[in-house]
């Protein structure tokens, strides 16, 4: 059985940061692509930011330069560097863990 347990939300003024950890159970852990989505009330969860085993990354064109995501398989944890955080960043944020594993979710609230 796989868990992922996410944490590091919270709230932050506008132009900070914070960073999300995703700490994962199983072993498949290394061989799987990670990732993390947002979701806000009333809409589709959608990708931030995804890295392959390989550490291969891709982001949404919305945190480009902002945000930054890595891995570090030895510890089985996939972190997500938020900087520049804006109020449109405001999300409950998901770690997944390729295919079908999905964390309970972290709340980042970005003020002004």
């Known amino acids: 059985q796989v868990e992922l347990v996410e944490s590091g939300g919270g709230l932050v003024q506008a132009g900070g940061s914070l960073r999300l950890s995703c700490a994962a159970s199983g072993s498949i852990f290394s061989i799987n692509a990670m990732g993390w989505y947002r979701q806000v009330p009333e809409k589709p969860r959608e990708l931030v930011a995804m890295?392959?085993?390989?550490?291969?990354?891709n982001y949404a064109d919305s945190v480009k330069g902002r945000f930054t995501i890595s891995r570090d398989n030895g510890k089985n944890t996939v972190y997500l560097q938020m900087n520049s955080l804006k109020p449109g960043d405001t999300a409950r944020y998901y770690c997944?863990?390729?295919?079908?594993?999905w964390g309970q979710g972290t709340q980042v609230t970005v003020s002004l």
């Open positions: 997944r863990l390729w295919t079908s594993f």
């Open positions: 890295i392959t085993s390989g550490g291969t990354t």
